[in-house]
């Protein structure tokens, strides 16, 4: 009854949405909107400093485009994502947290194969292998409403460039044009590229493709364009009609950079080469400031165009800096300092992400907001920044809009707990907050649970971010109402949960006693 | 008829072969043969100098056992293989030129896919893009009669262990137990490994394996054993076996090192940090250690066993070392240095091999030979090392065997010729000496010439190692003659050719009028 109520309502709003953009007096478009969204970038991989102070690893980046969206809008010092890439990816296609749609985990490119290594005394979690689905009834995928259909059907002229990597060849979520996006440029079920690299047609070299050769860019074949630089030129190219239409346009430009395979962007490699960085740590950052530049080119452009006074762009990466799986160059789990570990870790250095946004007219200059916030919040936040209402999702939305946050950076909630959930296993070795963990973070406390083991962790990240000092014995009685906390949500969920092989049954929720 | 006879012959010689290990008196015996191959290994890429001086490349890397081998051995300072892995491989299985076996490319995992990159002009030769074939009538196979099977058939114990790549998945070519092989270790259709490290299960990792994931491993899983050490431990184990039978061993210990993916091996990695190489040229010399140290452990468990005097050690490599595709740090097309470009090329970086044979009793400790020699010759070497003087083998062999030069370093020859032969297009951009290219060598003169446009260039190897002055201009006749001996073999051979697309027709052979 309701569902169907929301629909009508949500028809409705579409055509009043719709007529409006035929509205003359500009005051009144809905902006157009701008997601880009960087693969594996870390919270210090930038020349912007996300913590209070300026880091050694932010000298090592020159971002001077971020820089330049930091000064014109607002950053974020605690935004969050998942330890990996699908989970955050399908959370912002449908607000929803990971332990919620149930894609825990990175999806592989061939359908109902799982990600999971395997282990001794666990049997995987029954987690949805095939990643989102916007159709039902599709084995192992969660089948919800997605953002760019909601915003198509609002009006929206919807691109995607890049990355998608929401489900598995042969399921309907492998292909962007099933979302809702009206274009799509490179994106389709794998989670990395074969190769940036035009002189190997971006994977695409007979004999040695892999479901990672990045489809669509011929054009770009042998002409030494970093795949970066050609992304953004193709999303650059299909803006032309909407603007040309006078539609809003949302463009997800979510660039594969800088996920492994780490390259030599020859544009930028020997400047840090001559800085004395090592060569796998000047790819890297060679990759970031490609990166940096994309972002620079598509503010051009919107300047040019005269549309950057009603575009938004919202900057953010799907989860924290690469640390190992492969090893980057130095001391593993020193990349993302001071913050604790890297990707694949529920601890801070796997989660907590670089979040700039510019609404221009709405977020001040150079303004910080300290306020958590966490990628399925993007969902009903770029739904309230297209002015959609009411909308028909089949999901229940777990996020929360920041454009409160938006409007007053001062906005402050210490009550609102943010969850982590990855029940899986990543990696054979593990690692620091590495498989089968879980997290939650409240105001400024964190508690880290290990699913497998039963041990709670607690950290008070105002004065200890690099989660150094285990606070949990101090506090026992602070922890057990974070572990609860994070219980209920989990079993409100239905959170998937690793089997014990020994019993055939899935581990306890946290917090219960153990068998 | 004649292979009738020969075949007869063969079996006699079997029968009496296999008598004869069982006599007694140890002097008899036939030796045992270790084929120590390295993938993608530079000249210069050892401590061990294979030039008259030693290089500041040298100087990089520590191969102690090299050096070991070095000693109690002989070195070949002009041994040569082919500008890229399955063509020496096939020529070492074979004893056939490339230009005859024609498989002049680097096979692809999948079968009926070439692995030539597209070109705007020339459509690809005709090579055998499904690699080697034990069997008659595979498409797009050479057929020939396969070393090991014929040392099976005189008496050995024939071990394989490491990288084949021979032949595409689903052809008789891609498994070595095809090949006359009782015992196969890690080997098939695959290129390089997916991974070197056991954390990432040598690539059998669930929903990251591709073709290229490392088969029989499983024990050495999440141990830490680097891939190089879990081979050379695994052959080791196979050795107990013949020696228990006292049955000669024909081990081909063909590491998958130093081939892409450059992964740093813990037990030798910080060393060279700390010497102060870059994080790539550290990975890099950590895989060359580690696979000296391979050698070594060969070496020490040889003389364990008292065996080591009556076991010849060949240390070979496949192609010239890594320059670009994808690129090593610093500047391209110097890692070789003196020589001339790295794999891929005709020039000297791509072609030139650092070769040792030890044969106790035979070969004089610290000799040093300088006759140029050439990967097909491994097969007449080892057959007569082998003691066996007839054999039946459906191919025309085109390799000479070295057994002269082992027993006389000072044995010349200055009018033999080698060919290469590379008509196909490797990757896109091309470079020094890449794509579509020939060349022989005969004495100290060497002639490089482009089959796309007929340009040739004559080098002094005696006075210029580097080919940096091409004396074509200078020495016409010489250049003309060389042409032409080049051209003779190539059509004797029936060598692949690229096809013109304008006119369907293939290039004419170097030195004929062109259209």
């Not at 955050?88 to 359908?111: C, D, E, F, I, Q």
């Not at 999303?235 to 492994?260: M, N, S």
């Not at 907050?433 to 409240?442: P, T, V």
Request: proline share 8%; charged share 20%; with cysteine.
């Amino acid at each position: 009854m309701k569902k169907n109520a929301l629909l009508l309502l949500g028809c409705c709003l579409c055509i009043s949405s719709y007529a409006q953009f035929k509205d003359p007096r500009p005051v009144k478009r809905p902006p157009n909107i701008i997601v880009f969204l960087v693969d594996d970038m870390g919270w210090e991989d930038s020349s912007v400093p996300f913590w209070y102070q300026v880091t050694a690893t932010n000298k090592r980046f020159h971002t001077p485009h971020m820089e330049r969206l930091a000064r014109e809008g607002m950053k974020f010092t605690n935004a969050y994502a998942t330890p990996v890439c699908t989970p955050s990816r399908v959370s912002m296609l449908t607000g929803m947290n990971a332990a919620h749609h149930g894609v825990t985990n990175w999806t592989s490119p061939r359908k109902d194969v799982s990600s999971d290594v395997p282990d001794e005394t666990l049997h995987p979690a029954s987690w949805n292998t095939n990643g989102y689905s916007p159709v039902r009834g599709i084995a192992h995928t969660v089948y919800a409403t997605p953002l760019p259909a909601l915003l198509r059907e609002a009006g929206y002229y919807t691109i995607h460039a890049g990355k998608a990597h929401w489900g598995a060849m042969g399921t309907p979520g492998a292909n962007p044009y099933n979302m809702g996006f009206l274009v799509n440029i490179a994106g389709h079920a794998a989670g990395h590229p074969q190769s940036y690299l035009s002189e190997e047609n971006y994977g695409n070299m007979s004999g040695k493709a892999t479901a990672q050769a990045v489809p669509d860019l011929e054009e770009y074949y042998g002409t030494g364009t970093f795949l970066t630089e050609a992304l953004t030129r193709e999303a650059i190219k299909t803006l032309d009609e909407p603007i040309k239409r006078k539609q809003p346009f949302y463009l997800y430009l979510a660039h594969y950079a800088v996920h492994t395979p780490l390259q030599a962007d020859r544009k930028y490699y020997q400047r840090y080469l001559n800085e004395g960085l090592d060569s796998t740590a000047a790819k890297y950052a060679a990759m970031i400031e490609g990166m940096d530049q994309s972002l620079g080119t598509v503010m051009d452009y919107l300047r040019t165009r005269q549309i950057d006074g009603n575009t938004i762009i919202l900057f953010m990466s799907d989860n924290g800096g690469l640390s190992l799986a492969p090893p980057r160059e130095g001391q593993l789990h020193t990349q993302n300092a001071p913050l604790r570990a890297g990707k694949g870790s529920v601890y801070e250095g796997g989660i907590r992400e670089p979040m700039l946004v510019k609404w221009p007219g709405v977020t001040a200059a150079g303004s910080t907001a300290t306020q958590p916030v966490i990628i399925e919040d993007f969902f009903p936040a770029i739904l309230e920044m297209a002015g959609i209402q009411l909308y028909n999702a089949v999901q229940s939305v777990d996020g929360n809009s920041f454009v409160p946050i938006l409007r007053n950076p001062a906005y402050t909630d210490s009550s609102r707990a943010l969850v982590w959930h990855y029940p899986n296993k990543w990696i054979p070795e593990g690692g620091p907050g590495i498989n089968y963990k879980s997290a939650l973070r409240q105001g400024r406390w964190k508690v880290v649970y290990d699913l497998r083991t039963g041990a709670a962790e607690l950290y008070d990240l105002q004065t200890d971010i690099g989660e150094q000092r285990n606070l949990a014995a101090q506090e026992p009685q602070r922890t057990t109402a974070l572990v609860r906390l994070l219980s209920q949500r989990l079993q409100a969920w239905k959170a998937p949960m690793p089997v014990l092989k020994a019993t055939g049954q899935p581990l306890p929720w946290p917090g219960e006693n153990r068998p």
